[in-house]
């Protein structure tokens, strides 16, 4: 067994560590040759600060444009909990509607809650509420939220009837509708 000093041996451990790992096919000519030459090391070694430096550049990048990207969908999603609270109130609106209506359709009170009404669903219309309509539509688990199953005319896995009203802002689900499904025409 060849002996070989101690400092050739580590400089070509050093060399194989910054050059990143060596194939080997790699010829011991070509490792001596890079063991004498002090610039190879270096050119190395200023190579992998560079695609560091490189790397860190892109990472910056990606994190502004990230952080950019979460900037504007809190300032498109701000008013999502006002919105979610206004549709509860709807929802109390629309239940004395029909109460109202029960009472007598030409009522002047009746009328001018159904103006107030469009006017509400109007407003939250303008800033991007979208109503979700289920009854009669086939089931879909992201829009619908199933309450119960019933035997119906309608085929297995359409929406009967609608009990709470779903709504969508922008392109997100705020709220999904609650929906009765039907199990199927009766047997």
Do not use: W
Not at 42 to 64: C, G, I, T
Not at 156 to 166: A, D, K, L, M, P
Request: glycine share 4%.
């Amino acid at each position: 067994m060849k002996k070989v000093p101690m400092t050739e041996h580590r400089r070509e451990s050093e060399e194989t560590t910054s050059l990143g790992s060596t194939s080997s096919s790699a010829t011991a000519a070509q490792r001596s040759e890079a063991a004498e030459d002090p610039m190879t090391g270096l050119q190395a070694d200023l190579d992998r600060f560079r695609d560091l430096a490189l790397r860190s550049q892109a990472d910056f990048e990606n994190y502004k444009k990230r952080c950019a990207r979460e900037k504007e969908d809190a300032v498109k999603y701000a008013n999502s909990s006002l919105l979610e609270r206004l549709v509860a109130i709807v929802d109390n609106f629309e239940l004395g509607l029909e109460a109202a209506r029960d009472e007598s359709e030409q009522s002047p009170i009746y009328s001018g809650m159904t103006l107030v009404l469009k006017q509400l669903r109007d407003f939250l219309a303008e800033n991007g509420l979208q109503a979700i309509e289920a009854e009669g539509k086939k089931f879909d688990p992201n829009l619908h939220e199933a309450i119960a199953h019933e035997p119906s005319r309608f085929s297995e896995g359409t929406v009967v009837r609608q009990t709470r009203r779903g709504y969508r802002f922008k392109d997100r689900l705020l709220r999904p509708s609650s929906v009765v499904v039907s199990s199927g025409p009766v047997s």
